[in-house]
């Protein structure tokens, strides 16, 4: 059977108005027969952040929603949290703190569960901190700037669904280039994905990420890069060079596996004056 969907959203996506982002989520898990397990252990709310979400779920057709907030490692060990995943069709992370998340849940049967469910064919999709945890590195904190420094950023281990990628949130209004490329220039062999609001990668099977959303996924291929990572001092700009940069908007297409851009639909997404005008011209 092949893997499920991973759905990695920049923050603040839209819960109110088109909700275009969760409402691709919600098609993926089943629709109105979807059953969400709803993960908030990295949001300081509390289970408040679980039932905002099972809010949203249900007015978008979904009937069955499982908030989880497992505070503790005892809590995320317990089998009633594993078993509301195990059920599910559609496993979402909410935003918080990604460390938090990863230190509470990592390693634990409900950990496991997320990964059991996704290698059979479930969507997972997490937002803010839940997409920076979705990969095997992971951010867990660092300053913004558009120039790499050394030690700008500090990485730990994420949970494992997505592999040989770093993904970086709230990444254009939080100006964290400079931390992504200090990562890659650490750590060539990673790919990195930064997520802007609003936005999402959402990666099929197939290792083809679709960008949908009102702004754009930037995506850094460091694999024929040349750095001085490995001499600078603490805190002093890093050189990296020769890195492959893409920037790109809603409804543009790329291959994680083969790192290339792949075609897309003629009609990328755009807002709908927008849509009119290219029919037309």
Do not use: C
């Amino acid at each position: 059977m092949a893997e499920g969907h991973v759905i990695v959203i920049g923050g603040a996506e839209d819960k109110v108005r088109e909700r275009l982002i969760l409402s691709r989520f919600v098609a993926l898990a089943g629709g109105p027969d979807a059953r969400i397990a709803v993960i908030s252990t990295a949001s300081s709310l509390g289970p408040l952040a679980g039932q905002m979400y099972r809010r949203v779920f249900t007015e978008l057709g979904v009937s069955e929603v499982w908030p989880i907030h497992a505070a503790t490692r005892a809590q995320a060990n317990d089998d009633t949290a594993a078993r509301h995943v195990h059920d599910s069709t559609g496993v979402f992370m909410t935003g918080g703190n990604q460390l938090r998340l990863s230190s509470t849940i990592g390693g634990t049967n409900l950990a496991q569960a997320v990964l059991d469910r996704h290698r059979h064919g479930v969507v997972v999709a997490g937002t803010s901190a839940g997409a920076s945890a979705m990969s095997t590195h992971m951010v867990a904190f660092g300053a913004s700037g558009a120039s790499p420094k050394q030690r700008m950023v500090q990485m730990a281990a994420g949970l494992g669904v997505l592999s040989n990628v770093i993904v970086d949130q709230h990444f254009q209004q939080r100006n964290r280039l400079g931390r992504l490329l200090a990562i890659i220039a650490q750590n060539p062999s990673l790919l990195g994905l930064g997520v802007d609001e609003d936005t999402a990668g959402v990666i099929g099977p197939d290792s083809v990420l679709e960008v949908i959303g009102r702004r754009s996924v930037t995506i850094i291929d460091g694999s024929s890069s040349d750095t001085d990572a490995w001499e600078v001092p603490a805190h002093r700009p890093l050189m990296i060079s020769n890195v492959v940069l893409h920037s790109l908007p809603g409804g543009y297409r790329f291959d994680i596996r083969r790192r290339v851009r792949v075609a897309s639909p003629v009609l990328r997404a755009l807002e709908p004056s927008e849509q009119g005008r290219a029919a037309s011209g």
